[in-house]
């Protein structure tokens, strides 16, 4: 997994070329993840829940993710993903070329990544076919997959429930 620059550096403002690139403070980040675990309802039904699913916050950031999609980025500690974006997590080479991360590269305006996550995040749920390019063991490859998010609300803030669903070519 590839070290973003800025990813845990809140003294600067960001630059973007589309999406904010603000970030939340690794404190936030914890407390929005004890949130989502202390609540009952949704830390059972995200573990119980055998596909890819992550929650991330306001910024893109990700706060839980159940078993599923810990496989499916290759890690199996989610401490070690705590605060990173979904671009981050899959590897998108665009995430990497720009110091402020996922969303922030002039690509990012047709990614449904970030733009899924945006919509949710806006109140909207939505579906998209996914086409990322992602680094892979030191070199390029296609990524693909299905991406549904959906605005979750949770103690009067609110969050994007992400699932992804890989298509097989």
Do not use: W
């Amino acid at each position: 997994m590839r070290h973003y620059p800025n990813a845990m550096d809140f003294s600067l403002k960001p630059p973007t070329r589309f999406a904010p690139a603000e970030r939340e403070t690794v404190e936030r980040i914890r407390e929005e993840h004890e949130m989502l675990v202390s609540s009952e309802a949704a830390a059972a039904v995200l573990a119980a829940v055998d596909e890819r699913l992550a929650v991330v916050n306001e910024n893109r950031q990700l706060v839980h993710a159940n078993a599923g999609f810990l496989r499916f980025v290759g890690v199996s500690t989610l401490a070690d993903i705590l605060g990173m974006r979904l671009g981050e997590l899959l590897g998108c080479v665009h995430a990497i070329e720009d110091l402020s991360g996922c969303g922030t590269h002039p690509t990012c305006r047709t990614c449904g990544t970030v733009n899924s996550a945006l919509r949710a995040l806006a109140g909207r749920s939505c579906v998209a076919e996914v086409n990322l390019v992602v680094e892979r063991a030191g070199r390029e490859q296609a990524l693909d997959f299905d991406l549904e998010a959906t605005p979750l609300y949770l103690r009067g803030r609110l969050f994007a429930l992400v699932r992804l669903d890989p298509i097989e070519r």
